[in-house]
């Protein structure tokens, strides 16, 4: 199980959302078998793994995580995700784009939500200089929106595209 029991899990929505929504960007979520080790984990189980175009899970798994790391894939130049496993990398700018992107995608997973993801990237540890992630997001992400719309990956009115970075 989970180290923060308290932030939802795969299984409390499920894999094919979270597979469905990943699907719109040529993502694919597979699911581990319960207590198997995570391919491409770079934390380690229960947190999700990355190789290639996959986002590994478990059903333990927590749903920011998948979010989170789904985002990296998203957000990375595609000479990096041609070689993806494992560490996303990427800098400080992409890596606060990737927080912000994830917020955005939860709104679209019945029964998640930007609030509940948030409160969830809180309770895991994720820090802000504004002392919590919903501070940040409503009130200091201006560059994280910025960045996103100039790699195409919002609108101008800040909607997600679905597109992968080029």
Do not use: K
């Amino acid at each position: 199980m989970s180290e923060h029991p308290a932030v939802l899990p795969v299984a409390a929505i499920g894999l094919a959302p979270l597979a469905d929504l990943l699907a719109r960007f040529g993502l694919e979520a597979t699911l581990v078998p319960d207590g198997g080790s995570i391919p491409g984990s770079y934390w380690g189980a229960p947190e999700a793994g990355l190789l290639g175009s996959t986002i590994y899970v478990r059903s333990d798994t927590p749903v920011h995580s998948a979010l989170h790391e789904a985002c990296h894939t998203v957000c990375m130049t595609a000479e990096r995700r041609a070689g993806l496993a494992t560490d996303a990398g990427g800098d400080f700018d992409e890596e606060n784009a990737v927080c912000y992107l994830q917020i955005c995608l939860a709104e679209q997973l019945p029964g998640v939500g930007a609030h509940r993801l948030m409160n969830d990237m809180d309770a895991w540890g994720y820090t802000f200089r504004l002392g919590s992630t919903r501070a940040w997001f409503d009130s200091d992400t201006d560059a994280e929106r910025r960045w996103l719309r100039q790699h195409g990956l919002v609108d101008d009115s800040g909607q997600v595209t679905f597109r992968l970075r080029s």
